[in-house]
């Protein structure tokens, strides 16, 4: 059971409403989409999510995990920014594994990994690189690589 | 075209300060003489030597560089925190209060130099080491946090937020994310902070007399009713400037900006 979302609410202190009521369930595995108008609420709703945004009501768990009043660092999600939100002052490499560093993972285990992610996607060359000295082109393919590590790591 | 006005401008710039570091290694008849004298004299070190047995510049000094690093350094720890809960944290009329605090820049020192005073006589930190430096923090400390806050507000929402889902904690995300990232403006306050600081005479000379003396007032004690000791001053004036030129040069190597620009496509 992946995701799943009982009647999750979020009013902003201002008093916009941005979601109502969503009741919502996503099976694990599953490609999930969501499409709407601007200011529909589905920023609010993965931001929500990933922990980024307290509900104003409603539960979410994870994995069969209630995780609604946890940390972001501790619910085992990952998301991709719209900016890519790569750290401009850490190299490739660094980018990559403060994940795993801050999850405590061992050293052997994050080369490891790392060598492994790095060969498959054929970032060997960019890893000592800045974000600033990246093309847009290897710059989304160290995201995928960041990608890859987390979702090894959920599964 | 441009070299030649830069050139004109750092000679201008440049000029009093060659003139003084001269006299300040010149014979006092040479000091003296109707005729500038810009070479030919035996250069001496004897007002510096003056200046370390007469006008006890050992301690003066000491007095300087313990009060002015100290403050600087307690404004910079207080005003990173201080900004960056002013920038990020959800604290209502976050704007007003950095404003409020800047406001206290806008005060003329002269104002509060006599309220000062009394209040430290009252609690004993007159002529004391401490007593300066809590002036000097409360001076500094509007100023880099202002600073520092439009640093921070310059740095995109999502680096840190992909860091709370990294799973770093808030001191952790200041410590490996926005403290990287604000060096160019942590390098400006410093060096604001410390000139500022270094140069400071209302308040040492209002509120020092004998312990706690820092350079600025000695150096005004070279000129008495009768005279002005040239040589000594003039020895004085560049150990005072020395300490600046230094810390400048080595901050200034963080002062690149744009680091951050790179985060966002």
Redesign the interface.
Known sequence: MGVLLSGLQKRYSDGTQAVRDLNLSIASGEFFSLLGPSGCGKTTTLRMIAGLEEPTAGRIQINERDVTGIDPGDRDVAMVFQSYALYPHMTARENLILNLQAQKVARDEIDARLSEVARLLGLEELLQKKPGQLSGGSDSGSLWAAQSFVVQRCS | MGDVVACTAVAFWLLPVAWIALTSIKPTTEINSVQPVFWGFTPTLEHYSELFQRFEFSRIMLNSFLIVPAATLIVIVLAVFCAYALARLPVKGADQIALFILSFRFMPGMLVVLPYYLMFQGVGLLDTHLGMILVYVAFGLPFAVWLLRGFLLDI?R??E?????????RF?IIW??IL??TRPGIAVATIFTFVFTWNEYLFAFALTFDRAVTLPVQLSKMIDAYSVLWGPLSAAVILQLLPMIAVVFFIQKHMVRG???????
């Open positions: 995109p999502d680096l937020e992909a860091a709370l889902l990294d799973g770093l904690g952790e490996k994310i990287p990232l680091l951050a620009l790179g985060a966002v496509k």
